[in-house]
């Protein structure tokens, strides 16, 4: 690795980044079209505001890669907690729908278990 690509601190120079992947729950392809370019959007104004830097985004319909470059005073469940809640938070706040559609389906998931967990203890 080149000189330049290093961060100076006071006492020293590091280099931090993490490749992170996450899905979307139940991993339904939902970040297609229109909810991939916000995605996008968002997520690069969340490292701007975090003193982030993105080195590589990819936004596939069932899954996210991102390899950011980070400061040296972040832990890495810090890094992935902020990118998951914001993003999350402001793709419901632009698309209702789709916060809608996960809530419906944690719904039907659970009265389907409560059903199983039901029948399984009436016998």
Known sequence: MSEEQ??????????IQYHIIWCPKFRFS???????DRLKQILQKICDDYNYHIKALKVMPDHIHIF?????????CDVVRTLKSISAIELFKVY???????????KRIF???SRAYQRSYSN
């Open 6 to 15: 290093y961060h100076s601190a006071s006492h020293c120079k590091y280099l």
């Open 96 to 106: 209702p729908k789709l916060k809608q559609f996960y809530a419906n389906m944690v």
């Open 111 to 113: 009265c389907i278990y």
């Open 30 to 36: 939902v970040l297609k079209g229109d909810v991939e």
């Open 68 to 76: 950011v470059d980070v400061p040296q005073t972040v832990a890495p």
